[in-house]
């Protein structure tokens, strides 16, 4: 027994001592001393963390060093270089790896240190993504800024960008990423984000930041206090909850100098309409006798964000957090109720300025062909960034259109003089809604052999090429538009179409005999062993479905009431079948739903049903849309899928998509033939709910359904 005991300990301690030893970066934190030498990095030493140069993350701008009579702390490693962009409008970090729809801290910090003898700090724009930060302006050369945002990731990376604005040369010293859970600060999500303001910790005498590793997110705690205050403090830990707070920072307070008086912080914006996002930390961390009692609210502006007393609990942490906005000058006031005996306390607190997401990122499309086309051509414009935001910080040459989804489409892209030689890359091909493309003085083989995918209702698209002088109107899938080529290019289409119908009869042919072959075999039902169970009878009830009990599948049950909550009371109504109609819906935490109910008129049985249900909570595959629940609620009996935002094949055959999505190619058609003739997975539906799987004809365990 004791020797399991050892080992259990040895075990527990090998554990400790890894989680302790992680390396940060595995986190994926991502730290950047910017200036430094291109290949080489260093640990820092009052963080322990390893910081590397930036040449990985953007290929712009110069190195400098800060002056010796400049230089910091050596704690300040990071401020002791820049790197600076006196070319180019715009320049942009791009950090990667990240989550697309995570959440994130991003600090960007700026030491001027006069490196360029001017002793005039310069003053820029600074964008997260493609929406304005904030502007740079350090009022004196020895002061530094180290600004942070809270914010959503719109992509799989992160692009922190410096914008030229006509008063001095864009600079940065560090620029750091840190992933945050998504329980924390709420209030940044998809349609806006946190900017900090103020971050302060309250009585301490560390004339340091406090941050990593103490502060496991690496947040910036600035020690702060005022003559009118006593500071306070304690050394039992306090593990801060919800915000997360350091206990460090929890451990030190400030009370009023007088048990009468308040706390008071105040602070002022330019700007009356500036949202604020205000967080107060609380912790007890006195022990207050019974005969005592510390009772204070909360006042912000003179009103009441919180109409109770702030609760306090010996070394429990609280918080009280609230926005406002509507006046320049604001003030935070902590006062005694009553009955108090003991002054208010106050153990640190956090300013925010709430910042709206107004544009979203180039489409990923877009984005991903004009890269390539940049990389492939070594093209050298100042391309980085988003090529089409800010609006007047677009790449040079592309003209871009923000489309009914507010996502910007490259419509022209003119790399005229560009001098450009060799094979036109088919990532031409992948721009869309390219409508003009200029290439005068360019050499591209090949150049009137890209088709622009762009698919209007006449299904042709307009582009300019190299050795052409006027807008050619190419066919939809033809290779060429002049009219020399018109015979081939019907040839062509003609024997696709001759193709994708011999290849669909063949799939007829085969799907035939293999249904003829299973209904040789003696019938099952799923979720039963006896198929004299089968109940095909749309009046009958189940147990289950009468009582509404859950059934023995993996799947989320619903009730009817949580089905009108979702669907709004079943308000958008996007198709419906022979099981009945379908409804758009939202889940509660923001997921597209797809509500299938069945009517009244189906044909489909309760003992169906309860079929399709078992047999979807069995079946995934890439191209079958999931079902993420079902109700089986009495009476009502409906099934939850994941929302198709683009359509059904049969919309998507005709091009008339509501959500606005191109028709399927000839080769994307082809390609579906081929693969339901080969027997190959693909998952569409022409019967039923269209778009929906239809378990009526779907065969146990066969590659193709319901084509």
């Given at each position: 027994?004791?020797?399991?005991?050892?080992?259990?300990?040895?075990?527990?301690?090998?554990?400790?001592?890894?989680?302790?030893?992680?390396?940060?970066?595995?986190?994926?934190?991502?730290?950047?001393?910017?200036?430094?030498?291109?290949?080489?990095?260093?640990?820092?030493?009052?963080?322990?963390?390893?910081?590397?140069?930036?040449?990985?993350?953007?290929?712009?701008?110069?190195?400098?060093?800060?002056?010796?009579?400049?230089?910091?702390?050596?704690e300040y490693r990071d401020l002791e270089t820049l790197r600076r962009f006196p070319n180019g409008t715009k320049n942009c970090y791009t950090l990667t790896p990240v989550t697309k729809g995570s959440k994130y801290l991003v600090r960007a910090t700026f030491y001027y240190g006069n490196y360029?003898?001017?002793e005039k700090s310069p003053s820029f724009d600074l964008y997260f993504g493609v929406n304005?930060?904030?502007?740079?302006?350090?009022?004196?050369?020895?002061?530094?800024?180290?600004?942070?945002?809270?914010?959503?990731?719109?992509?799989?990376?992160?692009?922190?960008?410096?914008?030229?604005?006509?008063?001095?040369?864009?600079?940065?010293?560090?620029?750091?990423?840190?992933?945050?859970?998504?329980?924390?600060?709420?209030?940044?999500?998809?349609?806006?984000s946190l900017n900090i303001f103020e971050r302060s910790d309250l009585g301490s005498n560390n004339s340091l930041v406090l941050r990593y590793p103490y502060d496991e997110h690496d947040r910036l705690w600035y020690s702060y206090t005022e003559s009118s205050w006593n500071a306070i403090s304690t050394g039992f830990s306090i593990e801060g909850f919800t915000f997360e707070v350091p206990s460090l920072v929890l451990q030190t307070a400030v009370v009023p100098s007088t048990a009468n008086s308040s706390i008071d912080i105040t602070w002022s914006t330019s700007n009356k309409s500036t949202m604020f996002f205000v967080v107060l930390h609380f912790a007890e961390i006195q022990i207050v006798q019974n005969t005592s009692l510390r009772e204070f609210y909360v006042y912000a502006n003179g009103e009441q964000p919180l109409?109770?007393?702030?609760?306090?609990?010996?070394?429990?942490?609280?918080?009280?957090?609230?926005?406002?906005?509507?006046?320049?000058?604001?003030?935070?006031?902590?006062?005694?109720?009553?009955?108090?005996?003991?002054?208010?306390?106050l153990n640190a607190y956090e300013l925010y300025t709430i910042l709206p997401v107004t544009m979203l990122p180039t489409d990923a499309t877009d984005v991903s062909a004009i890269e390539s086309i940049k990389t492939k051509y070594s093209i050298r414009k100042y391309w980085n960034g988003d090529p089409c935001l800010p609006t007047n910080n677009s790449w040079t040459g592309v003209i871009c259109t923000i489309n009914s989804s507010r996502i910007p489409r490259i419509t022209v892209l003119n790399l005229s003089s560009s001098g450009l030689t060799g094979a036109m890359v088919s990532a031409f091909g992948y721009l869309t809604e390219l409508e003009k493309l200029y290439l005068s003085?360019?050499?591209?083989?090949?150049?009137?052999?890209?088709?622009?995918q762009k698919n209007k209702k006449e299904q042709t698209s307009s582009m300019y090429t190299h050795n052409l002088t006027k807008v050619l109107n190419f066919s939809f899938n033809s290779p060429d538009g002049g009219s020399g080529h018109k015979k081939s290019s019907k040839a062509v289409i003609f024997i696709i179409v001759a193709?994708?119908?011999?290849?669909?009869?063949?799939?007829?042919?085969?799907?035939?005999?293999?249904?003829?072959?299973?209904?040789?075999?003696?019938?099952?039902?799923?979720?039963?062993?006896?198929?004299?169970?089968?109940?095909?009878?749309?009046?009958?009830?189940?147990?289950?479905?009468?009582g509404g009990k859950a059934l023995n599948f993996d799947k989320k049950q619903f009730s009817f009431s949580e089905l009108k909550l979702i669907t709004n009371d079943f308000r958008e109504k996007i198709g419906i079948g022979g099981f009945g109609e379908v409804f758009k819906g939202r889940?509660?935490?923001?997921?597209?739903?797809?509500?299938?109910?069945?009517?009244?008129?189906?044909?489909q049985g309760t003992q169906q049903f309860l079929n399709e249900v078992e047999m979807l909570s069995r079946v995934h595959h890439k191209n079958l849309v999931s079902?993420?629940?079902?109700?089986?609620?009495?009476?009502?009996?409906?099934?939850i899928y994941e929302y198709m935002q683009e359509g059904n094949l049969q919309d998507r055959l005709k091009g008339i998509s509501a959500s606005n999505a191109q028709p399927l190619s000839w080769k994307q058609r082809l390609r579906i033939a081929y693969e339901s003739a080969q027997g190959t997975p693909v998952f569409t539906n022409v019967v039923g709910t269209l778009g929906y799987l239809d378990p009526q004809y779907v065969l146990p365990a066969s590659p193709v359904c319901s084509f």
């Open positions: 027994m004791h020797l399991w005991c050892s080992y259990l300990l040895i075990l527990l301690l090998l554990v400790f001592v890894c989680v302790q030893g992680q390396n940060p970066s595995s986190n994926g934190f991502i730290n950047i001393d910017c200036g430094i030498t291109s290949n080489t990095s260093y640990v820092d030493s009052f963080t322990g963390l390893t910081y590397v140069s930036d040449d990985q993350y953007i290929d712009t701008g110069l190195n400098d060093n800060i002056p010796s009579q400049y230089t910091v702390k050596k360029d003898g001017l304005f930060w904030f502007t740079v302006s350090l009022p004196r050369s020895d002061y530094f800024y180290a600004p942070e945002i809270i914010a959503i990731a719109p992509a799989n990376y992160i692009q922190v960008c410096l914008v030229n604005t006509g008063l001095g040369t864009p600079f940065i010293s560090a620029l750091e990423l840190r992933p945050l859970n998504s329980t924390l600060y709420k209030l940044a999500n998809a349609t806006q109409k109770d007393p702030v609760p306090l609990k010996y070394l429990t942490p609280g918080y009280v957090s609230y926005t406002i906005r509507g006046q320049k000058n604001h003030n935070v006031s902590l006062k005694n109720s009553a009955s108090a005996t003991l002054p208010p306390i003085t360019c050499s591209l083989n090949g150049a009137t052999e890209i088709i622009s193709v994708v119908i011999v290849l669909l009869i063949v799939g007829a042919v085969g799907l035939f005999f293999l249904c003829l072959k299973m209904k040789k075999k003696d019938p099952t039902t799923f979720g039963t062993g006896n198929s004299s169970d089968v109940v095909d009878d749309q009046n009958s009830t189940s147990e289950s479905g009468a889940l509660g935490e923001g997921n597209e739903v797809a509500v299938k109910v069945r009517s009244d008129s189906s044909s079902l993420v629940g079902y109700c089986n609620d009495g009476n009502y009996i409906a099934l």
